[in-house]
């Protein structure tokens, strides 16, 4: 799996857009990027993940630069509950069921 | 919400002592794992199951067996705690058809 880099941490204020970055400058034309997140002594949540288009769900946005190097995580509104480890993993996806790699990710404060 | 359940939640027991962790899942998926979580190692794969009866060891199993006797429960053991097994472990399921992992809520387990 390709190595991510991630701020170990970032502020938002309440009710903004919360943009997380991840560089991912080694990524392989087959491997996805992963977004995961981890509230404070709860199990890791899946968040969302693309391959080259930008993607939204009910959680989030991700925005995948065109040569695929990196991208950045976009919560629209933030609220105090998305304070959490957010973890950016690339992997290639596949239904055999490897392990899952997670760095240390970015601490999100969301802050009032 | 993947229907997944961790018991106990919560345990403290003796060096030397058998423990034994349940993960349960309602919705009959093939792929389950047991992960441990460490301050500055992030989360680290102990074992996981790819069907019933198939086991197959992680990064880090030394210590630890798990036994999967139906699709719906996945046991993790520790033949004999010690004290560098003080963690929270958490288990993780994934739908055949995609590569997204689904937690559970954790068990922090402290061998005294």
């Known amino acids: 799996d390709a190595k991510t880099t991630q701020p170990p941490s970032m502020d938002c204020a309440e009710g903004r857009a919360a943009n997380l970055p991840c560089n991912h400058s080694?990524?392989?034309?087959?491997?996805?990027v992963y977004w995961y997140r981890q509230i404070h002594s709860q199990g890791p949540q899946y968040i969302i993940h693309?391959?080259?288009n930008n993607e939204t769900n009910e959680m989030a946005s991700l925005i995948i630069t065109e040569d695929r190097k990196s991208s950045t995580l976009i919560l629209p509104h933030a609220t105090l509950r998305d304070t959490a480890v957010y973890y950016c993993?690339?992997?290639?996806?596949?239904?055999?069921?490897?392990?899952?790699?997670f760095g240390e990710g970015t601490q999100l404060t969301v802050n009032p | 919400d993947a229907g997944i359940t961790q018991s106990p939640r919560h345990k403290v027991t003796e060096t030397g002592t058998p423990v034994t962790l349940r993960c349960h899942q309602t919705?009959?998926?093939?792929?389950m794992y047991w992960y441990r979580q460490d301050p500055g190692h992030g989360l680290r794969l102990i074992h996981y199951?790819?069907?019933?009866?198939?086991?197959d060891k992680g990064e880090v199993s030394d210590g630890y067996s798990v036994s999967r006797s139906k699709t719906e429960d996945f046991l993790l053991t520790l033949e004999s705690a010690t004290s560098s097994q003080t963690s929270v472990y958490f288990c993780?399921?994934?739908?055949?058809?995609?590569?997204?992992?689904?937690f559970g809520p954790g068990t922090r387990l402290t061998v005294l």
């Open positions: 993993i690339v992997r290639v996806s596949e239904t055999s069921g490897s392990r899952l790699t």
């Open positions: 080694t990524i392989s034309g087959n491997e996805y």
């Open positions: 693309g391959l080259k």
């Open positions: 919705e009959n998926h093939r792929y």
């Open positions: 199951s790819y069907g019933v009866k198939d086991t």
């Open positions: 993780a399921l994934k739908p055949g058809n995609t590569d997204t992992q689904y």
